[in-house]
């Protein structure tokens, strides 16, 4: 019998073992790890944009603190109140939050700084989605960032771009801007730097005009305008005007500035593109030289 | 914890063969038994939290393993799989092994529970203890299931010798 089992025991020991099974091994021990990494990852970003988001809307004291935020002589200044980020290998998500501190028109602070919120939570949600699909449809690449910048600051005018970089193999570039009239303490808008409506054909003939100026100086841009002699331009692609609320901001120098997002008006490798209204161009329609000099 | 599952992970990295051997020796065929070797690390980690006694990490993944093949056995119809290679090396003009297949057979005849023991005790080298461990009964029923087990194979194969005799 023990000779037997020993035959037994023989066969058993001499079943071959497959090529593959190093390597189905490495994979389960390694997928369950990466999977749970990923996971803790999320988790934790999750919690703090929760944590924080419920605190803004819901606790005055919070809401209260931006104010508090220790600055000499109550300068209106702009900071990053808070970053969300994702990193893995695969993955990549670097939001930061813009706040507003120190103005005394408080709901416009709180109305600002709750939209730059908003707008990140919706940024990490949506990154958040669609990073979920692609996992589940065996993975890609995928990047976020998003910030601001200061244009100008001076005793009149606070003027903030924000900035989403969406990396999906190329990337596009949207850019928004908000400027405000520290003396008044009020949000300043496109139409109402103006008598009329008469500043959107006003500003676009200008802009087409810079167009072709630049298109015949320099072959190396493009813009979608079409001009005798000029390149073809896709149909459907081409500018036309500027929509009644473009993005603007008003620079250090008191002048208009007019901003267009990646592929709006020109072809990709062109970026962002802004032009700057000369104030002489615009100023009889002007409500007044108060912002714009 | 960590402790835990670097062990864990250690452990199947070293003993990676026997794993494989222990499935293929329910599901008989190498593409099952890798598929039961992956689900059975991965149930393993998700379930990290289960192993009370760190040097118990054998047992408790064998129980795994085992678990995990009977119930990819009782999700299939219960056929008998000889593949490619087993047929061509038992194929007609090599005198002696009958002996061997009639050796097989008769393992692969007895019933899942006591086959279980047989593997786990003689080929894996298990103690009844774990064995019991492993299967979830306590050592008697282990001890009495052995006896048995070793009861029906010397039965058949004496049947089959004595039939062979004749």
Not at chain 1, 201 to 222: C, F, L, T, W
Not at chain 2, 54 to 60: F, L, V
Request: glycine share 4%; with cysteine.
């Amino acid at each position: 019998m023990d000779k037997k089992l020993e035959q037994l025991k023989k066969q058993y020991m001499d079943i071959p073992i497959p090529n593959e099974l190093d390597f189905v091994v490495k994979k389960a021990l390694n997928q369950r790890k990466r999977r749970k990494r990923l996971l803790k990852c999320l988790a934790g970003t999750g919690a703090a944009a929760i944590v924080f988001v419920i605190g803004i809307n819901s606790s005055p004291t919070i809401a209260n603190a931006f104010s508090k935020v220790p600055v000499v002589a109550n300068i209106v200044k702009v900071f990053t109140f808070r970053e969300f980020k994702i990193e893995d290998k695969n993955y990549h998500a670097d939001l930061k939050v813009p706040a507003v501190a120190n103005l005394e028109n408080k709901s416009l602070e709180n109305g600002l700084n709750q939209k730059y919120l908003e707008e990140n939570k919706k940024l990490y949600a949506d990154f958040k989605a669609q990073m979920d699909s692609l996992e589940k449809n065996g993975g890609g690449h995928l990047g976020i960032d998003s910030g601001y910048q200061v244009k100008t600051n001076n005793e009149k005018i606070l003027s903030i771009s924000r900035y989403v970089v969406n990396t999906v193999g190329s990337s596009s570039t949207t850019l928004k801007f908000d400027t405000i009239d520290k003396q008044k303490q009020i949000l300043i808008t496109l139409p109402s730097l103006f008598k009329d409506d008469s500043y959107i054909a006003v500003i676009s003939n200008y802009i087409k005009e810079q167009m072709i100026r630049q298109m015949k100086a320099d072959p190396g841009k493009v813009y979608w305008v079409s001009y005798p002699g000029g390149p073809e331009v896709i149909p459907g692609m081409e500018f036309k005007s500027i929509a009644k609320n473009q993005n603007f901001y008003i620079n250090k120098d008191g002048k208009l500035v007019i901003s267009f997002n990646k592929y709006d008006v020109a072809p990709g490798y062109m970026g962002t593109v802004e032009f700057t209204i000369p104030t002489d161009v615009i100023s009889n329609i002007l409500v007044s030289n108060e912002y714009i000099k | 914890m960590k402790q835990i599952e670097n062990s864990l992970i250690r452990y199947i990295t070293e003993n990676k063969e026997n794993i494989y051997r222990l499935a293929y020796s329910y599901v008989k065929n190498s593409e099952d038994a890798l598929d039961i070797v992956q689900d059975s690390i991965h149930r393993a980690i998700s379930s990290i939290q289960t192993i009370k006694n760190p040097k118990a990490i054998k047992s408790w993944f064998y129980r795994i393993v085992v678990n995990t093949s009977l119930d990819f056995l009782r999700k299939q119809k219960k056929v008998y799989i000889v593949d490619q290679e087993t047929l061509e090396s038992y194929s007609p003009g090599i005198n002696d092994v009958y002996n061997n297949i009639d050796l097989e057979r008769a393992l692969d005849d007895l019933p899942i529970k006591y086959r279980s023991v047989v593997v786990l005790r003689y080929f894996e080298d298990l103690k009844i203890e774990e064995v019991a461990d492993v299967l979830d009964e306590n050592v008697n029923t282990i001890k009495t299931r052995l006896y048995q087990a070793l009861r029906l194979l010397r039965v058949k194969m004496n049947a089959e010798s004595v039939e062979e005799v004749k």
